[in-house]
């Protein structure tokens, strides 16, 4: 009750104030340390949440447990083979990979014309043609690479490639190349290759897909299969991982496991190629975290600092207003009266010290999100700082002020009435 009472009492206040307009430009200067090193805090916090974020929203249409896998050619020896022999995937290999490894959620094949073997093939829509990227996939792809259909469309199902149909989704630029500017291309028919072929999606095009373009078209493996000739053989595999396995782990039983199945040495590390979005993800989000602990470090740091420096601002209040304080005794203030003015004086000023810190932080948080806020091929949005982190700042600069107000406070308590008011 007694504390609750210094901290609503009017006089306290006046006197905190008193205090502090005694000494305003060695009080502005010295709480600018606080000021100083929430604001660092603040700003490297969403910092690395900005990266953190754009990050997340460059894989938000991909497993971040991912990788994709293709075979080249032998360096090493082995089982009677000579070195550099080509290696072919096959479908059979994913049958193996899938009873091997069960740390393997999904896994698709896939097979393209235009990207790695041969030419982007023509695609006629009545009088307009082009050259486009056409490729294989099972239904399976979706769940590792999202596609954004739009309204009224699909993509590649089951059916499709059960009965082999000639179905294709296109892209969003294929869309405005081929069919005229309010046409609906669903349900109409282009010619790949002189093949005609249905369409029944168009996808959205989403940077950070990989190899894939705004123009691409997708049709069911099967019946790339049948089109190219290309009998069983896979260009490669697009795998995700469960989300609790070590993804990098992941990798080398996949390859593991491929070069059993075609006679590699289990040395050779030429044979099958990798390209592992999962470790990618995981050094990045270790790096953001890494931003976010140096930021709290630094800040708490930069904070301490500020707050001993408010510490040695009261001591030397406490001196100068020796016989102020010992009037103050001699009338019947308490010790502890005494005491929690002056610890409330060092909260107070560390505590206003870190929301102007807060303040400052935001308006530049906002300003580099307003700055970022179009930038889509850039993986950085929206920095902000979790409403808990801003709330323990603020606890902690409560108690650090509390802590270093101690020792001003206990100086004064210490000081004898009768010594103080000799004081000159």
């Not at 000579?82 to 290999?93: A, F, H, V, Y």
């Not at 690479?145 to 199902?157: D, E, L, M, Y």
């Not at 107000?405 to 008011?421: E, S």
């Amino acid at each position: 009750m007694n504390n609750l009472k210094v901290i609503f009492d009017r006089d306290t206040w006046q006197e905190i104030f008193g205090s502090i307009s005694k000494n305003k430009v060695r009080t502005v200067i010295t709480v600018i340390g606080v000021l100083w090193g929430i604001f660092i805090y603040i700003t490297l916090s969403g910092a690395a949440k900005g990266l953190d974020n754009g990050f997340e929203r460059q894989f938000e249409n991909i497993a971040m447990n991912s990788m994709f896998i293709w075979a080249e050619r032998t360096s090493i020896p082995y089982a009677g083979f000579k070195t550099g022999r080509n290696i072919q995937l096959t479908l059979s290999d994913m049958d193996y990979i899938k009873k091997t490894i069960p740390e393997v959620q999904f896994i698709a094949p896939r097979n393209s014309r235009g990207v790695f073997w041969g030419g982007p093939p023509l695609v006629v829509r009545k009088n307009k043609s082009s050259n486009y990227n056409i490729y294989g996939d099972f239904p399976d792809y979706t769940r590792i690479a999202t596609k954004k259909i739009f309204s009224g469309g699909r993509f590649i199902n089951e059916e499709d490639i059960k009965f082999k149909r000639k179905v294709c989704v296109i892209g969003e630029r294929t869309k405005t190349e081929l069919f005229e500017k309010d046409e609906d291309p669903i349900g109409k028919y282009i010619k790949i290759d002189d093949i005609y072929f249905q369409v029944i999606g168009v996808h959205k095009f989403i940077p950070g897909g990989g190899f894939e373009t705004d123009g691409d078209i997708f049709i069911p493996f099967e019946t790339f299969k049948r089109l190219y000739n290309t009998g069983d053989d896979v260009m490669w595999f697009t795998i995700a991982a469960y989300d609790d396995a070590d993804v990098v782990s992941v990798e080398k039983k996949i390859k593991a496991a491929l070069k059993r199945l075609h006679n590699v040495s289990p040395e050779d590390d030429r044979a099958f190629g990798g390209f592992n979005l999962g470790e990618i993800f995981n050094k990045i989000m270790g790096f953001s975290k890494g931003m976010t602990l140096l930021s709290l470090i630094v800040g708490i740091a930069t904070i301490m600092a500020g707050v001993i420096g408010i510490g040695n601002i009261l001591l030397i209040s406490v001196k100068e207003r020796t016989k102020e304080l010992g009037v103050r005794r001699a009338l019947g203030a308490t010790p502890n009266e005494v005491r929690n003015q002056i610890i409330l004086e060092s909260v107070f000023l560390t505590l206003v010290a870190g929301i102007f810190g807060i303040i400052l932080g935001a308006f530049v948080l906002f300003g580099i999100s307003s700055a970022t806020k179009d930038l889509t091929d850039f993986p950085y949005t929206n920095p902000t700082v979790p409403i808990p982190y801003i709330l323990g700042a603020l606890f902690l600069m409560i108690f650090l002020g509390t802590l270093i107000g101690l020792i001003p406070a206990q100086r004064a308590v210490n000081m004898k009435p009768i010594d103080a008011l000799r004081e000159e």
